[in-house]
């Protein structure tokens, strides 16, 4: 099993910072903008946008981040052991707003699939947007994101770790599994 | 969690896991489409031996906002009634394809050998059996006690450093031991008060004070929590108490003893309640009254309880050792 740093702390920094500045532009403004991080790195992540955002268009930005969980709303909770739900933190009624969920990894698309059962529980925003920080590929639902930080194509049977300072107390990405010279050897690896 | 039979088997870890579940229970309880899809296609049985409103209707609601199926099946008018024995009622209920069964008993035991029987491989929860225990009760009590000391920064915490005096028919009440092994581990310091005919015989092993004279309680240990119980004529079989208004001077919360509380004090009740016997209107309808608060949140606990016994993976064929499992 080797573990290989794709990106170094710098460049999730810098990953983020342009992200912000593309929800920016494209929603023209920070105004209506609700971000939504989901747990767990989810929820840093969009704290950090927000810093960015704010930081961008000015500290009376009007732009509010939040957390949604998705556990509830799975559709694998009958195949995994419990899931222990996380907290939801709704600063306001989505209706109207311009919604960007914040997730690390974008996989199979499961997850995004959730949270837009969650939303449409909630409320009826104007627009959902999506932003990754690492587009793994694998979709198994018609599923993009708008907002990317990193494109990583990967093996199914690749690990990709994400550690946030907030959540992990390092920061990193690295993809593991499948060592040089193994590739296309199939089953097994993990 | 395969079962919830008992809170003395609960350790703080899970106490409180189920305790933070809840709290996501309840923001879904305030929002607009009060419902969840996370027990789609589940079947919950409510199981009920003994009369009961308010319970069962907090489990059917519980169910209905998580998605389940209810089906709600009472014993008077059904064929226990014409002699059905509760395993032929469980392997009914098995066929049927129950996945969760609430049971109400007035046998101490019954959901555990219901649990244990392999009768039926349906999860159990206890809704009150015989004198034993009521845990959702407990539960509900501890989040609503927690919720009342904390507030939004609730989850995660314990009761340590909490005073709860528990009044009444401590011999009779399953709500009174649930509570007391529930509040023990959450590290509260729990005080029993009841007149000495309806207090049990050797308390040794229970961690807890024993008092008699529930105004010279009041005095030694102010209580931040004080949880007056009902007076059970049903259970009453023997003459406990010489009459009903002797009792209500001596054990019972009146204005008088309401004025004389710590100001912070809150005051409980499971319900549903004797006014002007074990509690006084005015007690009841004060602002530390926390019993419309306790209906509420008893939704949230039993949300929280069903959906930790049903969302996961069932394993089979079932450990009896089975316990909640560390996620992901």
Redesign the interface.
């Known amino acids: 099993m080797s573990a290989r740093i794709v990106l170094q702390a710098a460049d999730i920094t810098r990953a983020v910072t342009r992200i912000a500045h593309e929800i920016v532009e494209a929603n023209r403004g920070g105004d209506d903008l609700l971000l939504l991080g989901i747990p767990t790195r989810g929820v840093p992540l969009a704290q950090r946008l927000h810093a960015e955002i704010r930081r961008i268009e000015g500290s009376d930005a009007k732009a509010q981040v939040g957390a949604l969980?998705v556990t509830?709303?799975r559709d694998d909770?009958?195949?995994?052991?419990?899931?222990?739900?996380?907290?939801?933190n709704m600063p306001l009624s989505i209706d109207g707003m311009t919604v960007v969920l914040v997730d690390d990894v974008l996989y199979s698309g499961r997850t995004i699939r959730a949270a837009l059962?969650a939303l449409s529980?909630?409320?009826r925003p104007r627009a959902v947007r999506l932003a990754v920080l690492v587009d793994r590929g694998h979709r198994e639902f018609p599923i993009r994101a708008d907002f990317v930080g990193k494109n990583l194509p990967s093996s199914s049977k690749e690990r990709i770790n994400v550690r946030l300072t907030e959540a992990d107390g390092d920061e990193y990405v690295s993809i593991e599994g499948r060592a040089h010279g193994e590739a296309g050897t199939g089953d097994g690896s993990r | 969690m395969r079962h919830l039979l008992s809170t003395r088997d609960l350790d703080l870890a899970d106490a409180i896991r189920l305790l933070d579940v809840a709290e996501d229970m309840a923001t879904v309880s305030t929002r607009e489409v009060k419902k969840l899809p996370a027990l789609r296609g589940k079947t919950v049985v409510n199981l009920f031996f003994e009369n009961s409103t308010r319970t069962r209707i907090s489990f059917e609601a519980a169910a209905k906002r998580l998605s389940a199926d209810v089906i709600n099946f009472s014993a008077s008018g059904s064929s226990v009634a014409k002699g059905e024995s509760l395993k032929d009622t469980a392997q009914t209920l098995a066929a049927m394809g129950a996945d969760a069964v609430v049971l109400r008993h007035p046998s101490s035991g019954a959901p555990q050998s219901l649990a244990d029987s392999g009768w039926i491989d349906a999860g159990v929860i206890n809704a009150g059996d015989g004198t034993h225990e009521h845990p959702t009760q407990a539960l509900l009590d501890a989040f609503t006690i927690r919720r009342r000391m904390h507030g939004a920064a609730s989850r995660g915490t314990n009761l340590s450093g909490v005073a709860v005096t528990i009044v009444g028919d401590i011999l009779h009440s399953r709500v009174a031991r649930s509570n007391v092994w529930l509040l023990t581990t959450l590290g509260a310091q729990v005080t029993l008060v009841a007149p000495p005919t309806l207090m049990p015989v050797n308390m040794t092993a229970w961690p807890v004070e024993v008092e008699y004279d529930l105004d010279r309680s009041l005095l030694r240990t102010p209580p931040s929590v004080l949880m007056m119980l009902r007076v059970q004529a049903e259970r009453m079989s023997g003459d406990f108490f010489p009459n009903t208004r002797e009792y209500s001077r001596r054990w019972g919360l009146d204005d008088e003893r309401l004025g004389r509380l710590p100001e912070d004090t809150i005051v409980m009740h499971p319900g549903p309640m004797n006014r002007g016997l074990e509690i006084s209107a005015a007690a009841a309808d004060s602002a530390r009254s926390t019993v419309r608060e306790q209906v509420t949140n008893g939704v949230s606990v039993r949300m929280a309880a069903l959906y930790l016994l049903l969302a996961g993976e069932r394993l089979s064929p079932p450990t009896p050792t089975s316990r909640m499992r560390a996620t992901t």
């Open positions: 969980d509830l709303y909770l009958g195949s995994n052991p419990t899931r222990t739900p996380h907290p939801t059962d529980d909630l409320g």
